[in-house]
C-alpha cells in the first residue's frame, strides 16, 4: 500500500463499525425501568426499548464494557493513521512537517476527525459514566472514514499547502475550531438521548420539522436574501420568522401536550452533558473561528472579515450556540421542563448549522475556504 495512513484508517473504519455495534447492543439490550438521576454515578438511562426471548441472555452480557474496550482499540489505529499521515504530508511540504497540520484538506479533516471526536467522547463516557452517547460518536466516525474512503469525494494523496496559507495562525485557527466541533458532537449526540427520552415517537415530527424549516431557509430565504433587492430581502426576512415561528408553535404544542411527560430529575445527568460539551466547545470554535481566523485571514487576504460564505456561516453557528448557552442559563434555571425539552433544540439547531458551515459550504456554495 502506498500511504500507511490509509492502511490504519482502513482497519480504524472496521473497528469503528465493531464498536457502533457492541454501543448499539448496551444500548437496547441492557434495559432499565427509569433513568438514572445525576446522583446514581455510574448508571445510565437506557433508550426504553425491551429485551425479550433470545434476548435475555444476551442483556447479561456487559456490552457497554466490551464497546468501551472495542472503542480504545479504534482509537489507537485512529492514531496511528494520524501520525503516518502527519509524516507522509510532511514529506510533501516542509512547511506541514514543522507545523504538524494533518487537516489541510478534505480526506485529512474526516480521518483527523475520526480520531479527535471519538477521543472527546471517551472522556465524556468516563466522566458521566453513560455510553449512550457512544452509538451517534461511533457512528459518525464510521461514516467519517467512509466517505474518506470515496477517491472522488476525498483524495488521500499528500498535497502541499499554497504559499499564500502557510502560517502558525492556520494551524491553531483550524486546531481550535476542530477541538470546539468535537465537543458539539458529543453534545450533539448527549442531545438526541435526552430528546429521545423527552420525547419517543413525538421526536419524528419534531425532526422531520425541523428539518423543513432548514431546507426552506436553503432553498427559499437565503436565494432570495441573496439577489440585494429590498422587496426580495424583505419577503425572505418575512419567510424566515414564517418558518421559525411554525417550528415554534409545534415545540411548544408537543411540549405541553406531552401525556407522560418524564420526571426531570431522571434525565439531568444527559442534559448536563449537552450543556458542560456546548459551554467547553463554544469558546474554542467562537475564538478559534472570530479570533484566530481573522488574524490568519488578515496575514493571508489581507482582511480580517470578508463576508466570505464560510465565514458567515461560521459566525451564525456562534451566535446559535451563544443564544443557546444564554436561554439554558436564564429560562433553563427557572424552569427545568425548558432546559432539556426547548432549550436543547437550539444544541440541534447549532450542531446543523455546524455541519453546513464545515461541509456544505466546501461542496455546494463557492467560496474562499472550498479548498478545505
Same mark, same amino acid.
Given at each position: ?61 456487559? /456490552? ?25 504530508? +510532511? ?10 497540520? &494533518? %487537516? ?8 483527523? !476527525?475520526?480520531?479527535?471526536?471519538? %477521543? ?21 466516525? !464510521?461514516? @467519517? ?16 499547502? &499554497? ?12 486546531? !481550535? @475550531? =476542530?477541538? +470546539? ?7 450533539? +449526540? ?5 430528546? /429521545?427520552?423527552? *420525547? ?14 432548514? +431546507? ?16 426580495? @430581502? ?19 404544542? =408537543? ?26 466547545? !463554544? ?17 493571508? /487576504? ?11 456561516? @461560521? %459566525?451564525?453557528?456562534?451566535?446559535? *450556540? ?13 424552569? &427545568? ?20 458551515? /464545515? ?14
Amino acid at each position: 500500500m502506498r500511504y500507511p495512513s490509509v492502511f490504519f484508517f482502513y482497519l480504524s473504519t472496521l473497528s469503528y463499525l465493531v464498536t457502533f455495534v457492541l454501543y448499539l447492543l448496551h444500548a437496547v439490550l441492557k434495559n432499565s425501568s427509569h433513568p438514572v438521576s445525576l446522583a446514581d454515578k455510574g448508571r445510565e438511562p437506557r433508550l426504553g426499548i425491551v429485551a425479550s426471548g433470545a434476548a435475555g441472555s444476551l442483556s447479561s452480557i456487559d /456490552w457497554g464494557r466490551w464497546a468501551t474496550r472495542s472503542l480504545i482499540v479504534s482509537l489507537v489505529f485512529s492514531t496511528l493513521g494520524v501520525l503516518f499521515r502527519s509524516i507522509e504530508l +510532511g514529506n510533501a511540504s516542509q512547511w506541514v512537517k514543522a507545523f504538524f497540520l &494533518p %487537516l489541510s484538506t478534505t480526506y485529512e479533516t474526516l480521518t483527523f !476527525f475520526s480520531w479527535l471526536i471519538p %477521543l472527546v467522547y471517551l472522556w465524556v463516557e468516563r466522566k458521566f459514566g453513560v455510553k449512550q452517547i457512544g452509538v451517534f460518536v461511533t457512528g459518525a466516525a !464510521f461514516v @467519517m472514514l467512509s466517505v474518506a474512503a470515496s477517491p472522488s469525494f476525498a483524495p488521500s494523496a499528500p498535497t502541499g499547502v &499554497p504559499a499564500s496559507l502557510q502560517s502558525y495562525w492556520l494551524t491553531t485557527h483550524v486546531l !481550535f @475550531m =476542530v477541538i +470546539g466541533i468535537a465537543f458539539f458532537t458529543s453534545g450533539f +449526540g448527549a442531545t438526541l438521548v435526552y430528546l /429521545w427520552r423527552r *420525547y419517543q415517537k413525538k421526536l419524528f415530527l419534531l425532526f422531520g420539522a425541523l428539518l423543513g424549516v432548514i +431546507g426552506g431557509i436553503i432553498f427559499g430565504v437565503i436565494p432570495l436574501f441573496a439577489t440585494l433587492q429590498p422587496l426580495k @430581502m424583505a419577503a425572505s426576512v418575512a419567510l424566515l420568522i414564517a418558518l421559525g415561528a411554525g417550528f415554534g408553535w409545534l415545540l411548544l404544542f =408537543v411540549h405541553r401536550r406531552e401525556h407522560q411527560p418524564v420526571s426531570w430529575e431522571y434525565l439531568e445527568n444527559i442534559e448536563e452533558i449537552v450543556y458542560r460539551c456546548n459551554a467547553i466547545g !463554544f469558546p474554542f470554535y467562537a475564538i478559534g473561528g472570530l479570533v484566530f481566523g481573522g488574524i490568519w485571514a488578515e496575514q493571508a /487576504w489581507s482582511r480580517y472579515w470578508g463576508w466570505d460564505p464560510k465565514e458567515t456561516a @461560521m %459566525l451564525v453557528t456562534a451566535v446559535v *450556540y451563544a443564544v443557546y448557552l444564554h436561554a439554558r442559563l436564564t429560562w433553563g434555571n427557572r424552569d &427545568p421542563g425548558w432546559r432539556g425539552g426547548l432549550v436543547g433544540w437550539l444544541s440541534v439547531l447549532g450542531y446543523f448549522a455546524v455541519l453546513y458551515a /464545515w461541509i456544505g459550504i466546501n461542496y455546494f456554495v463557492a467560496s474562499l475556504h472550498s479548498f478545505v
